[in-house]
T-cell receptor
């Protein structure tokens, strides 16, 4: 059974600071997704990482994927209040019969950015 | 492009009644749709996967007779919570995928908050 673990689960940080959220997973995969969820809302796609060494950046967020370590990171640079949300990583296991296409989500990281 | 509409956004119903939730892909054909359930401050749990024209595949522990899924066309899937009870209260989210091959990029609906009294 695929397990996806995020760390930390809760993160309170000051504006202007940097921090990294980690996403570890337990099975072989080269497809990892990051999503953002605001309270009471659905998921917004942030990044799609499809190969080892993939790095993508959008504004103050940068995501990377190391398939050998089974690890993805979401790095926050110079945080601002607008980044406050819950962030989920999700893993799509390697194509294996009927398991293809089923995302397994991490627990989520609740990020609060304060002045 | 790639907009998924979910309706209703919030529903309150009495215990014992059934509730239907619709999920539509507005500008693309969705070969596969997924239904998730999310409890407060928790992650998304996949309930079932549905492909157009075939029966849904339910995850372990999800009662297929309780959560009826119909995927009648390439743009519409419905989830019916039958004989709803307070423990079924949750946030239900659908997503749609364009293709069965390549990256599994799922587009999510806005979610439906179900409250069963």
């Amino acid at each position: 059974e695929l397990k996806v673990e995020q760390n930390p689960l809760f993160l309170s940080m000051q504006e202007g600071k940097n921090y990294t959220i980690y996403c570890n997973y337990s099975t072989t995969s080269d497809r990892l997704y990051w999503y953002r969820q605001d309270p009471g809302k659905s998921l917004e796609s942030l990044f799609v990482l499809l190969s080892n060494g993939a790095v993508k950046q959008e504004g103050r967020l940068m995501a990377s994927l190391d398939t050998k370590a089974r690890l993805s990171t979401l790095h926050i640079t110079a945080a601002v209040h607008d980044l406050s949300a819950t962030y989920f990583c999700a893993v799509d296991p390697e194509h294996s019969g009927t398991s293809y296409g089923k995302l397994t989500f991490g627990q989520g990281t609740i990020l609060t950015v304060h002045p | 492009g790639a907009v998924v509409s979910q309706h209703p956004s919030w529903v309150i119903c009495k215990s014992g009644t059934s509730v239907k939730i619709e999920c539509r892909s507005l500008d693309f054909q969705a070969t596969t749709m997924f239904w998730y359930r999310q409890f407060p401050k928790q992650s998304l749990m996949l309930m079932a996967t549905s492909n157009e024209g075939s029966k849904a595949t339910y995850e372990q522990g999800v009662e297929k007779d309780k959560f009826l899924i119909n995927h009648a066309s390439l743009t519409l899937s419905t989830l019916t919570v039958t004989s709803a009870h307070p423990e079924d209260s949750s946030f239900y989210i659908c997503s749609a995928s364009r293709t069965r091959t390549g990256p599994n990029i799922q587009y999510f609906g806005a979610g439906t908050r179900l409250s069963v009294l």
